[in-house]
């Protein structure tokens, strides 16, 4: 899916330096020609320049320091020894988490960045979760809001409502991505970016350009913010926080999307993909430590309820969790906002 020609890009992203190099690498009947000799050219990317960015600019605003967690996560090498996991992990005085994993191998590159605020806070959830491979790129890039922006119009109102024209910009540079599920849509604002689009170093441009932006206007977001003192509405801030990393942890949607399109021969099963993306780089034991303790490090302290107690729903007959991606049927193949942010996916 194309996203704009280089000239829209280069309106907005001319000043950036984020050029993925490119090779050109001979392929022969290896790859399915017959006697011919074909060459295919890949882009060699590093999202490393996005997580210097997102320190560097979050350091004008805050203290930061590292997190305790910093100790255990920081670097893990796969089983194979072709790829290598990377962790940081920060906090400050507004700021309960700030971390980020990326993943890089020799046909991947993941970004997985997020900061949560302390739950004094109801600003929303810095999310940002990117994929790449030579061909293709998915993309998730939002505010996540703490409390449900399609019947909490007054939350909607709070964050969102002057983030409207920032939204629009990048839903004509990055269009909608295709189906996403009614269940997951409940999770992401107004303002998400949930897109796919082919390689190229003009692409990496918006994308660059886009998470700058929206980084920024979070950062605006949880400095101005107002530590709240009644304790019902802190409470309420850390059961719709721990509400939404028990959801992250079951469902990993962004991986499912990834293992669908690229490792669905491997991965495939009753078990959620996305932790069989893990497992497979590091082992079931690792893996399921570093999703509940660092990349959804929350879950297990914040609250006791479970998936089933927050999505009943997803009861299976035998007391399981129904691992099926939806259990509604319905699905969003188009953007489910209007141009003003009004819902319209009723």
Known sequence: MEIGSSSSSSIFCSHLTLQPSIRTCPSFSTCGWRNRRVFVQSFSVSYQKFVNFALEETKRHVHLVPSPLQEKFSSISSGDGKGELRMLSFQ???????????????????????????LEYDVPIFCANFFTSARTNIVVLDLNP?????????????????LIPLGLKY??????????????????????IWTKFPSSPENYDILYSAFQEYYKVWLELISKAVEETDASQIFSNREAQHRYLTWRTEKL??????????????CMGTEDPGSGLLKKLIGEALAKDLLRSF????????????????????????????????????????????????????
């Open 171 to 192: 839903a004509e540079l990055l269009p909608w991505g295709g189906k996403l599920t009614s269940e997951s849509i409940k999770f992401f604002s107004p303002i998400v």
């Open 295 to 346: 990349l959804f490090n929350g879950v297990d302290e914040l609250g006791s309820k479970n998936f089933l107690d927050y999505f009943p729903e997803y009861l299976c007959g035998d007391g399981a969790v129904n691992k099926k991606q939806s259990i509604v049927g319905k699905s969003f193949e188009n953007r489910p906002w209007d141009t003003s942010g009004e819902f319209i996916g009723n």
């Open 253 to 266: 949607e962004l991986v499912k999307e990834i293992l669908t399109q690229h490792l669905h021969s491997r």
């Open 146 to 162: 703490l409390h449900e922006v399609i019947n909490r119009q007054d939350y909607k109102e709070k964050y969102f409502k002057s």
């Open 92 to 118: 400050a005085d507004k700021i309960r988490l700030l971390r980020s994993m990326s993943i890089e191998t020799d046909t991947m590159q993941v970004l997985d960045f997020a900061v949560f605020p302390k």
